[in-house]
């Protein structure tokens, strides 16, 4: 049965939502747009008008708009900082939630979306759409299968440099908070185990053009003793990464290398004898289900999997919130030059 879903937020990222909903096969036909509402409704009309939604009502009063048309979801494409209202203000109409990310701009306003959701029943997500990528897929694949052994070791890179504008302080944490998805790099680890503590060192203002926030290097420790590092930036001269960020896994029978495009390299131990081991290159496997690897459709169809099952999404809130919880650690860290407990 086709869903109905107002869309709140209508700038540059609903572009690639609607074009997900209404052009990725495994959703044709599955998600109707009934509303999309933005703060300035002539952005609302374009939408609506580049993507022929003519049926669909134009706003710029959310509530409204829920009371209006009674949808089953609310997509929020929403500038984080009105993401706490605006997705209160879908679960309150009883509308299932999917969000931009981040989830929120505190751990207690995520802590606040988790406990609504969980009141009014609902399913809240978050859109992790770099889970849903093949090369994460097939990392995800291979150290399932322990291709590597025990992982004991995670470290990623994202080395960009962007002239965004000028960013205040408080823009320059949310740009911290951008700086990839730590706890996606682990998921592709873990399955399940959290963060327990994280150190950040260094968080600065590395070129003129950032105010606060442009460069973090952080080090996380799981619950089962695994190490992350992470090295971000978005004011790396020269010798960038892929924008899906480099990867390293390290494990006891072997390493598993990403370039975040296409290259792998994955060697595993051979000999048993001498100072420095034989090694032999082993296959990454595909990804066990190509309808994974395509970011925002693939993380929209896990969304109405879960409502249709009555489960949660794999990017649910009440996990995502982990991922919160280490991006402010590792800014509180920042501060204080300290190790930070992380308890969600
Ligand atoms: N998943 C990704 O890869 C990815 C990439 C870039 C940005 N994002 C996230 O997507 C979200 C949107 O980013 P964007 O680049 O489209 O921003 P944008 O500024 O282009 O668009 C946001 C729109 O939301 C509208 N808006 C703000 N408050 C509103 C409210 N209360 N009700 C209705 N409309 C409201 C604004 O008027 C604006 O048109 C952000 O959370 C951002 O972090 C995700």
Known sequence: MTKTAVLAGCGAMSKGWLKAVLEAPKLAGRVEVVGPVDLDPAVAQARADEFRLSGAAIGSDLDAMLAQTKPDLLFDVVVPVARHDVVATGLKHGCHVLSEKPMATSLAAGHDTVALARQVGRVHAVVQNRRFISGVRRIRQLLGERGAG???????????????????????????????????????????????????????????????????????????????????????????????????FVGTKGSLLWDGEDSFEAKVVAGDSGFLRELTAIEVPEPADLAQTHGHASVIAEFLAAIAENRQPETAGSDNIKSLAMVFAAIESAGTRQRVTIAV
Do not use: K, M
């Open 150 to 248: 025990a992982i004991d070791g995670a470290a990623l890179r994202f080395l960009h440099r962007r002239a965004f504008r000028r960013l205040p302080r408080a823009d320059g944490e949310c740009a911290a908070a951008r700086h990839g998805d730590p706890y996606a790099g682990c998921g592709a680890v873990h399955g399940g185990q959290d963060a327990a503590g994280g150190l950040l060192p260094r968080n600065q203002s590395a070129r003129l053009w950032y105010g606060h926030g442009a460069a973090a290097n952080a080090i996380f420790e799981f619950s089962d003793d695994v190490v992350f590092t992470y090295r971000g930036s978005w004011a790396a001269e020269g010798a960038n990464t892929s924008w899906e960020s480099a990867r390293r």
